[in-house]
Nanobody, 121 residues
């Protein structure tokens, strides 16, 4: 299984970015997909996830600003990030799990390599 994340970069406060994560080697439509992030000196945290049926979850700090979506035909999950804030600066990781994704990583998770998002003030 491979997860290839892309789309990170440097953006000013209030700007937007769209992260993508292309998956291969798994039956994508059967997996929940999610995004975690890890800021310098902080623990990795769950940002958003989407179930195989399309149900979604967001952490409170990104509700109304971030949107997670998936395209099963392209084996890709997206994270549209709007109204970005400096506190969103982190390395963002995509993850896949056969069951629903929770805040605690699972030993059966598949992880992408991470993409850096930097929001300047």
């Amino acid at each position: 299984v491979q997860l290839q994340a892309s789309g990170g970069g440097l953006v000013q406060t209030g700007g937007s970015l769209r992260l993508s994560c292309a998956a291969s080697g798994l039956t994508f439509s059967s997996y929940a997909m999610g995004w975690f992030r890890q800021a310098p000196g902080k623990q990795r945290e769950l940002v958003a996830h989407i179930t195989s049926f399309g149900g979604s979850y967001y952490r409170n700090s990104v509700k109304g600003r971030f949107t997670i979506s998936r395209d099963n035909a392209k084996n890709t999950v997206y994270l549209q990030m709007n109204s970005l804030k400096p506190e969103d600066t982190a390395v963002y990781y995509c993850v896949s799990r056969r069951t629903i994704i929770t805040a605690l990583p699972d030993e059966n998770d598949y992880w992408g390599q991470g993409t850096l998002v930097t929001v300047s003030s």
